[in-house]
């Protein structure tokens, strides 16, 4: 067996294969024989509170309770989309929330988990909106608001987030090299996973003069993509959409 890690699938109404490959992926014999699954953020292009009433977020609450009810543990990270979710989500998801960052063994090894974001600290902009989004009293202000508001914030903040993704450069959008050393010293490990980027890729690193190790996740835009940890094995795949299956972007 082994344990899976994916990030960043952005689930939405407008891109209904994925959420289909989502739900077939939980369903699969390489999820329902696993140790755990563990979603490192941003499962949701936008998650506006843990009371929306849209389909969506049921669809997904009962493909992962059906997971957890197979007896798979399932750990959520809050990305930058989906920071939002509360514990009422989770319990009805049947998952169990984690800090950011957070370290875990996985068979022996102590691992650094992280969304990702917190290592591009060359985007000072998006670290300023990060901090003060992230406090318990914004997050409580936005949440009393009606539903409808908070689903028009989530638009507006979409939009604000993809015009800065276009207007900044690719370096400062990647990780800090040296945020990556420190935040590995400082949580006495020497191998880190992490989404966020959308960058897949097993990033060999020294720490010390020991060697240590960085794992990018990626997205599911235009395919899936999981990180499987079986002991020292370990191996990112791809997860392609059904024959004829596409998506409106």
């Not at 409808?148 to 979409?158: D, F, I, M």
């Not at 276009?166 to 935040?183: F, K």
């Amino acid at each position: 067996m082994s344990t899976l890690f994916i990030s960043d699938l952005h689930l939405d109404d407008a891109r209904p294969a994925i959420t289909d490959l989502f739900e077939g992926f939980l369903a699969s014999d390489q999820v329902r024989t696993a140790d755990a699954l563990y979603i490192l953020g941003d499962l949701v292009e936008a998650w506006v509170g843990d009371d929306d009433d849209a389909a969506l977020p049921a669809r997904i609450a009962d493909a992962l309770r059906a997971l957890h009810e197979h007896g798979v543990p399932v750990y959520f990270m809050h990305g930058n989309r989906d920071f939002l979710l509360g514990g009422e989500f989770a319990r009805r998801a049947g998952m169990q929330l984690l800090d950011d960052p957070v370290v875990h063994q996985l068979y022996g090894t102590p691992t650094l988990l992280m969304h990702g974001d917190l290592l591009c600290t060359d985007d000072t902009v998006y670290q300023q909106v990060r901090a003060e989004v992230r406090t318990p009293e914004w997050k409580a202000r936005v949440l009393a608001t009606p539903l409808q508001a908070r689903r028009a914030l989530a638009a507006k903040s979409r939009q604000e987030s993809r015009s800065h993704t276009g207007t900044a450069g690719e370096q400062i959008m990647d990780v800090n090299p040296d945020t990556v050393v420190d935040s590995l010293r400082q949580a006495g490990v020497r191998r880190l996973i992490h989404g966020h980027t959308h960058r897949p890729a097993v990033h060999d690193l020294e720490l010390d003069g020991l060697p240590a190790q960085r794992i990018v996740l990626g997205d599911w835009y235009e395919h899936g993509s999981v990180l499987c940890v079986d002991g020292d094995n370990i191996q990112l795949r791809g997860l392609p959409l059904a024959t004829g299956s596409t998506d409106r972007h």
